[in-house]
């Protein structure tokens, strides 16, 4: 089983950069398929970027271009870089870690976008 703790939430004005973390404890990183979701109020979950276990990189059709997710087997950690950050894109993210059925949650960093 591991465990997830999101970081690097925050307050950004429009046109500015984020980069979240989500550091895993309890088991490597390197085994899971991992990603990056986020809930706006009144809204579902919805997938943002994520890793397969080949590798292979996906992000949502609304953040393609501006932000980029990456791994650090090393340190164990999972990261969302987000440029040219918009309103819309104002949510609590969630890190994410799937092994077969077993899917695992962090509790969430708040990214607020606004002038």
């Known amino acids: 089983q591991v465990q997830l703790v999101e970081s690097g939430g925050g307050s950004v004005q429009p046109g500015g950069s984020l980069r979240l973390s989500c550091v895993a404890s309890?088991?490597?990183?390197?085994?899971?398929?991992v990603g990056w979701y986020r809930q706006a109020p009144g809204k579902q979950r919805e997938m943002v970027a994520g890793?397969?276990?080949?590798?292979?990189?996906s992000y949502a059709d609304s953040v393609k271009g501006r932000f980029t997710i990456s791994r650090d087997n090393a340190r164990n950690t999972v990261y969302l870089q987000m440029d040219s950050l918009k309103p819309d894109d104002t949510a609590v993210y969630y890190c994410?870690?799937?092994?077969?059925?077993?899917?695992?949650w962090g509790q969430g960093t708040q990214v607020t976008v606004s002038s």
């Open positions: 309890g088991s490597i990183i390197s085994v899971y398929a």
């Open positions: 994410n870690a799937r092994l077969g059925t077993m899917a695992f």
């Open positions: 890793i397969n276990l080949g590798d292979r990189i």
